[in-house]
């Protein structure tokens, strides 16, 4: 069955630090995407990747980066965590022209 | 500007009665996709829509694409409590293949 592994269910962390969020998926597939998910403004991407090293911005990059160094691995990078990155994460990947497989979410609180 | 409409946001209905979603979107699709998601859950896919014209049907929900009026619709036939859950649309497409989704529409069916 189809796996994507995000390494935290809730992480809690402190203005300014840097935090990482890690996904693993078990698919072998080109495709994998970051997302926050905030009440009353939905599903946001913030970063997608369609290969190895290979890195697009989506509608939100502002204060994140991403790492994609092997095809099963998509890291989200938060250089210098702010208040106003609280909030669910999830990871997804897919093939070419195949829904998207969620990971459980990441719940961040940065205080 | 990309604009992915998804009515209604909230929807409380009866057991036993029918009901459609609307996903709305501003420019040319490719895909477009429907997913549902309980509290505190991840994202489920529910349906794929690869062309004008497509139909699904899983059970009580059938998903609709008509990329000329630029629309999908997800319909629930005699609904039951376990469909009580938000159901979001994903748009994919446009010249540098977008992916945006709706804000979701929280189902409550109430017996």
């Known amino acids: 069955d189809v796996k994507v592994t995000q390494s935290s269910r809730y992480l809690v962390k402190r203005t300014g630090e840097k935090v990482f969020l890690e996904c693993v998926q078990d698919?072998?597939?080109?495709?994998m995407f970051w997302y926050r998910q905030d009440p009353g403004l939905g599903l946001r991407l913030i970063y997608f990747?369609?290969?190895?090293?290979?890195?697009e911005k989506g509608d939100i990059p502002e204060g994140y980066s991403v790492s994609r160094e092997k095809k099963e691995r998509f890291s989200l990078i938060l250089e210098s965590a702010s208040t106003n990155q609280t909030s669910m994460y999830l990871c997804?990947?897919?093939?070419?022209?195949?829904?998207?497989?969620f990971g459980d979410g990441t719940r961040l609180s940065i205080l | 500007e990309l604009k992915v409409e998804q009515n209604p946001l909230f929807l409380s209905m009866q057991e036993g009665k029918n009901y459609t979603i609307y996903c709305n979107y501003s420019?040319?699709?490719?895909?477009l996709y429907w997913y549902r998601q309980d509290p505190g859950k991840s994202l489920e896919s529910l349906f794929v829509?690869?062309?004008?014209?497509a139909v699904k049907q899983e059970g009580r929900l059938m998903a609709s694409l008509d990329t000329k009026a630029r629309l999908s619709t997800l319909h629930i036939t005699a609904a039951v409590h376990d469909l009580s859950a938000t159901y979001f649309c994903?748009?994919?497409?446009?010249?540098?293949?977008?992916?945006?989704f709706g804000k979701g529409t929280l189902l409550t069916v109430n017996p």
């Open positions: 997804a990947g897919s093939g070419s022209n195949q829904p998207q497989h």
């Open positions: 698919m072998d597939h080109e495709n």
């Open positions: 990747s369609y290969d190895v090293k290979m890195k």
């Open positions: 420019t040319t699709s490719d895909r």
């Open positions: 829509l690869l062309s004008n014209g």
């Open positions: 994903l748009y994919s497409g446009g010249s540098n293949y977008k992916l945006t």
